[in-house]
């Protein structure tokens, strides 16, 4: 309503300077943007369906689920599906683990990229063209061509047999390091800029870099400001629309992995694991829902989807202003 | 010595200054002349000085010259004699001079006899003082020498490692530190890339056993040969990918860029629009819809069709359209298009970030400029934003394949999936995922390949 009240607007505000012979036109240009609004509705009817769905199913009661009167507003509002969905998905424990994977390799991510993103936009060094080429090819390759072999090195990690050198000293107990089942796993690449997605990151951070006005720079050099000294006092305090589109990217990437958190950390209860396996844990646990209807449990997983993508969408809604309006000055286009 | 140095110095100034000194002495004699006008010049340009002079001379008579010349030769002669008058005094000083310096026998008596009148002990004192003196003296000539000789070399080696540091150029300082920034991220790549994909491919290329580690024998393509041949669904699930990606990758460009187009433009709530536009990228990824998809109404709820509740059926659509006397080929695709739908839009969500983000990008003195001259939006659209966001429709088309292949809910990568966990077929699995591999890469340099060739004929 509140977009055609804009269009109004606006044909008012043009009927002001247009003369009388202009209607035709007016009118035109009036059904033109009201048929623009509609599309821009429908399709954001279509992105919030599923949400909205999912959230109508989560705070109804099993009997509404056979009504078929109702289709989005419950006749029997409840928030219980929300209590059994906490219990089922162990919701605090599979938070913490979840948040401290993604929330940790997010931070180490946004900064190692950044260094490496920078090192790529401004300075010259041989072979610096391969490397990038290099960084193209991370993006390219699908995960599972490496994931097998990364996860037996996981599971014995001994990169330049330092922890053969560590067992030799009687540090360790083993001659190899075991990654698999700790944050290990995921905060090790993330040092190295080397986690999810990150080739990705690297190169939004060389574009961004790139379009950075080199003069700033250069007067920072001429000051005497050291390269480490001037990229964090220069380029960082700078560079925050790139820094807010990596994490967001980063952090939400990291929170919808279903791929590589169920296989590195296979004991540790996380959300995607939990919610992946909700169903046929639902159908195990206690007595209660086993044999029932399998629609009977649709306002139950409904609940599980709401609370796993809350914390997303919150952290979303905050950002999203900065986001949105950032995305130009961010230079991901280059 | 001085003697025949000053004869010599004579003889040349006799060629060398005769004429000028002459042609000084005419121009003291001539009243006309500017006598500081002709030492400054002789001084300055002596070339000169004598060429005018010798014009001078040309204009006097012989007697003149001749009487000049007498002056002149006596006026040397007086300067010889003094200098040899001034030499013959100072040798006899400094023989005076010597002669002062040496004693006298009878001083010399004199101080013998002091000598004697010293007692032996005192003499001892005198000569071990004087040993010790000399010793003294000995060593700190030494030590200056050790002394010079250090510091020289400290010195040499000073302006040496001088020299490096002004050696190690800016250029080469800045790509040292370039490097360095590089650094985390090479050594990530080289622990958690590359190595991994080697052993992937050594898998590939052999049997592997996984107990406790792994053991490889190599058996050749044997893998490749059993996931081509073999294998009943890899090349199904491979061809199914792909006709999908054929299909997904118009549609998601023509539609990101149409709704990049509608959210560039100003009208209220627009952030708002902007923010359901991007909320696919934040919730679309993985577990919602494998959950939505493990309790099998996956296709139900995307279509809209959720068992109590119908909002749009497809079905339904396809007979309203084909009552309607349409083509039922159009029909067929309009159908697919709608049942897309709703992938389409939720896989589009950064191609539309992107595209919106190369329309800011343009600058708005451009529309302007078109509105001025009377543009409608369509030539608008087709002259001014098309050109400015072409370069990003590659990037898209790339980034679209990418994010295709590269999602775990594809076919092809689940069966890898399923190799690995399930049959632990890690060889098997690792030629699968290579093959796929190169897949992308033709497709990808197919892109680029066609981009080519467009931007080439179009220049």
Redesign the interface.
């Known amino acids: 309503m509140q977009i055609i009240k804009a269009f109004k607007h606006q044909f008012g505000a043009n009927r002001k300077k247009a003369d009388s012979r202009m209607w035709a036109y007016m009118l035109a240009k009036f059904i033109a943007n009201l048929s623009i609004a509609l599309i821009l509705i429908g399709l954001s009817y279509i992105i919030l369906y599923p949400l909205i769905y999912s959230i109508s199913q989560a705070v109804r009661t099993q009997s509404d689920m056979y009504d078929t009167t109702i289709i989005f507003i419950p006749k029997h509002f409840t928030l219980e599906n929300f209590k059994t969905a906490w219990t089922v998905l162990d919701f605090p424990t599979a938070l913490k683990n979840t948040f401290n994977i993604s929330f940790w390799s997010t931070i180490l991510q946004v900064c190692s990229c950044a260094l490496a993103g920078y090192g790529f936009a401004r300075f010259k060094f041989r072979g610096k063209n391969l490397l990038f080429f290099l960084v193209l090819l991370t993006i390219i390759v699908p995960p599972s061509t490496i994931m097998a072999p990364l996860y037996t090195s996981f599971r014995q990690f001994d990169p330049l047999y330092v922890a053969t050198a560590m067992n030799a000293f009687g540090w360790i107990s083993e001659p190899y390091l075991e990654l698999t089942d700790s944050l290990w796993s995921f905060i090790l690449p993330a040092f190295f800029a080397s986690g999810l997605k990150s080739g990705l990151f690297v190169f939004v951070y060389r574009q961004f870099f790139q379009g950075f006005p080199k003069e700033l720079e250069e007067a920072a050099y001429i000051d005497g400001c050291g390269s480490m000294k001037t990229f964090l006092r220069i380029l960082v305090p700078n560079a925050v629309p790139a820094f807010t589109t990596v994490f967001l990217f980063c952090i939400v990437w990291y929170w919808n992995d279903y791929y590589t958190v169920p296989m590195f950390v296979p004991n540790m209860d996380t959300l995607p694991s939990m919610l992946g396996n909700m169903h046929s844990n639902m159908t195990t646990y206690g007595g209660a829902f086993r044999g029932m209807d399998t629609i009977a449990l649709y306002p139950i997983l409904r609940a599980g989807i709401v609370l796993y993508i809350s914390p997303l969408l919150i952290t979303f809604i905050i950002l999203q202003r900065k986001f949105t309006e950032s995305i130009a000055r961010s230079g991901i286009v280059g | 010595m001085s003697k025949q140095v000053e004869q010599m110095n004579n003889e040349n100034l006799e060629a060398q200054v005769e004429v000028t000194e002459i042609a000084e002495e005419v121009v003291e004699r001539d009243p006309d002349y500017n006598k500081k006008i002709a030492a400054t010049l002789s001084r300055q340009n002596p070339k000169r000085a004598r060429e005018i002079a010798k014009e001078r001379l040309a204009q006097m008579s012989p007697e003149q010259i001749a009487a000049l010349r007498a002056a002149k030769i006596a006026k040397l002669e007086a300067i010889k004699a003094a200098a040899l008058a001034a030499e013959a005094e100072a040798e006899r000083l400094r023989m005076e001079a010597i002669s002062k310096k040496q004693l006298s026998d009878e001083q010399k008596a004199q101080l013998v006899e002091q000598l004697s009148q010293l007692s032996p002990e005192q003499l001892d004192a005198v000569r071990e003082n004087r040993a010790a003196k000399a010793e003294r003296d000995a060593r700190l000539a030494e030590l200056t020498e050790v002394k010079n000789e250090k510091k020289a070399p400290a010195k040499a080696k000073k302006k040496a490692s001088n020299k490096k540091k002004h050696s190690i150029s800016y ?1 080469s300082k ?9 650094l ?6 080289l ?3 590359a ?3 080697f ?2 491919l050594m ?1 590939s290329f052999s049997n592997v056993s ?1 107990f406790d ?2 053991a490889c024998t190599w058996n050749n393509f044997d893998n490749y040969k059993e996931i081509l041949t073999g294998d009943a669904i890899f090349l199904k699930n491979l061809t199914s990918t792909l006709t999908n990606l054929a299909i997904n990758v118009p549609i998601i460009l023509i539609f990101s860029l149409f ?1 990049a187009v ?1 959210l560039n ?1 100003k ?3 627009r ?1 708002l ?11 679309t ?4 819809m ?3 998809n ?4 996956a296709s139900a ?2 279509a ?1 069709n ?4 119908v ?1 749009f059926e497809v079905a339904n659509a396809a007979e309203f359209l084909g009552e309607l006397g349409l083509n039922e080929k159009l029909t067929e695709y309009m159908t697919m298009v709608a049942d897309r ?2 992938d389409v ?2 896989d589009s969500g950064i191609q539309i ?2 595209f ?3 329309l ?2 343009i600058s708005p003195s451009l529309y302007e400029a078109s509105d001025v001259e009377g543009a409608t939006a369509w030539e608008t659209f087709w002259l001014i934003t098309f050109p400015n966001v072409a370069p ?1 429709i590659l ?1 898209n088309i790339v980034y679209t394949i ?1 994010d295709t ?2 999602d ?1 809910d594809n076919a092809v ?1 689940k069966q ?2 399923s190799l ?1 966990n399930v049959t632990f077929n ?1 060889g098997g ?2 030629a699968a ?2 093959i ?2 190169l897949t ?2 033709a497709i ?1 340099g197919a892109v680029f390949g066609i981009f080519k060739l467009l931007t080439w004929k179009s220049q």
Do not use: H
């Open positions: 250029e800045q790509s040292f530190v370039g490097f360095m920034f590089v985390p991220w090479f050594i990530g790549f622990l958690f890339f190595v991994p994909c052993q992937s898998f996984v580690g792994y709704v509608l433009r009208f209220k709530g952030g629009v902007r923010a359901i536009f991007f909320l696919p990228v934040i919730v990824t993985g577990v919602v494998t959950t939505f493990s309790t099998g109404d709820v995307m809209g959720v068992g109590n509740g909002l739908i709703f839009v939720w970030l992107l919106l983000a190369a800011q990008g990003i990037v990418v292949f590269g775990t990568l890898i999936n690995v890690f699995a690792a995922s290579w796929f591999f992308i890469m990808i």
